[in-house]
């Protein structure tokens, strides 16, 4: 091993794919090697050493894509150290409490548990109200989801310093 770290991610207007960018500059601060792609993008998996995996959530749900890639990818990830994390829920507190005490999206928990992954993490997400359509923003007001940018990125940093320590033990 070699300390390459794929960090794959889906989103849908953006705060997911910052989170995923700082995650991988977090790996690369350690002295990893991290590329940082959407989950489409992703390709072969054979030259990483770990892979991190993150989607945005709407209405609990990973994006179709990231939930594409878990499924079609579950064996090989299942064969190397992963670690999942969702963002999404807006607002001030515990994010898993937004998601009722749930930490990765139910019908993909299947898939998860046969990977068995190292951590999973929920983070905050933004809503930047310019960049919704007429629905979403309906949607938003309609359920006076609170709008802005609530990731917390200490505990982003921290996750994934966390992550960068695993991957470094491992290969050495």
């Avoid at 959407?38 to 990483?48: K, M, N, W």
């Amino acid at each position: 091993m070699d300390g390459q770290v794929l960090v794959a991610y889906a989103t849908k207007h953006g705060a997911t794919t910052e989170i995923a960018e700082k995650i991988g500059q977090v790996l690369r601060e350690a002295g990893l090697r991290a590329d940082v792609l959407p989950v489409g993008r992703a390709g072969d998996l054979s030259p990483y050493d770990a892979v991190v995996v993150g989607s945005a959530v709407y209405i609990g749900r990973w994006r179709k894509e990231a939930g594409t890639f878990l499924t079609a990818n579950e064996k090989v990830l299942a064969d190397r150290p992963v670690w999942l994390f969702s963002s999404g829920p807006t607002g001030e507190g515990d994010p898993v409490a937004f998601m009722k005490g749930v930490d990765f999206p139910e019908p993909l928990q299947p898939v998860a548990d046969r990977i068995e992954p190292r951590g999973i993490a929920v983070f905050h997400g933004a809503v930047d109200v310019r960049k919704l359509s007429f629905l979403e923003k309906f949607v938003v007001k309609r359920v006076k989801s609170p709008v802005g940018d609530f990731r917390d990125w200490d505990a982003i940093t921290s996750w994934a310093t966390a992550i960068a320590g695993a991957v470094k033990e491992a290969i050495s």
